[in-house]
């Protein structure tokens, strides 16, 4: 399982709950299950290709920055992702590489979902379990 919706969080916010063998897997499931809320990824194609570099002290701050750049990705530059490929590596810091493809949104062309606004810190998790990782992140809709 990549990813879940929680149900009954909040009337204007969307929680979901992600997966991964590992912590690049996480960040991608993380990433595609937010761009999966905006938009139905399966009318999205890899026409484009965008990378994303940040560098941060900590996980939760990683994620977070992370997600958030997807949604402002959405808002300023109208591109949408369907194939999300990350890499993290730790030295001092936690440094991402995430290489993201998609194309520029179309109403005509491509199912919309929610307008996601922002991620929100409300619930906000990273954990690491004996195989898995795991991070709850909910979305200000």
């Known amino acids: 399982m990549r990813y879940k919706i929680l149900e009954d969080v909040a009337i204007a916010d969307v929680c979901f709950v992600?997966?991964?063998?590992?912590?690049?897997?996480?960040?991608?499931?993380?990433?595609?299950a937010t761009?999966?809320?905006?938009?139905?990824?399966?009318?999205?194609k890899p026409r484009v290709s965008?990378?994303?570099?940040l560098d941060k002290e900590k996980l939760e701050d990683l994620l977070y920055d992370f997600l958030s750049e997807?949604?402002?990705?959405?808002?300023?530059d109208s591109l949408v992702f369907s194939a999300i490929t990350v890499k993290i590596e730790k030295n001092k810091t936690y440094r991402l590489t995430a290489l993201l493809k998609g194309e520029p949104l179309d109403r005509k062309h491509?199912?919309?979902?929610?307008?996601?606004?922002?991620?929100?810190l409300h619930m906000f998790t990273i954990e690491k379990n004996k195989s898995t990782?795991?991070?709850?992140?909910?979305l200000d809709v």
Request: proline letters at 0%; aromatic letters at 10%; one cysteine or more.
């Open 110 to 120: 491509h199912v919309l979902r929610a307008d996601v606004k922002a991620v929100t």
């Open 35 to 44: 761009e999966e809320i905006m938009v139905d990824t399966k009318t999205v």
């Open 133 to 138: 990782w795991s991070c709850q992140v909910v």
């Open 70 to 76: 997807l949604i402002f990705l959405k808002d300023a």
């Open 18 to 32: 992600a997966y991964g063998k590992d912590i690049n897997e996480l960040f991608g499931n993380a990433a595609f």
């Open 50 to 53: 965008h990378t994303i570099m």
